[in-house]
């Protein structure tokens, strides 16, 4: 993956991201984000 290839997609998910809380609020997404650490953690456990 070149650096333009991920500044490209870091930005899409930040704008994505904005978007999401500007329209629904930040209520889903910090439930995400807990659930996405929660998923670093099992992976990591299994490697």
Known sequence: MTNRIALVLGLLI???VVTDVILFGSDHVVFLSK???ELIEWIA???
């Open 35 to 37: 659930k996405l650490f």
């Open 45 to 47: 456990f299994w490697r």
């Open 14 to 16: 930040m704008a994505i």
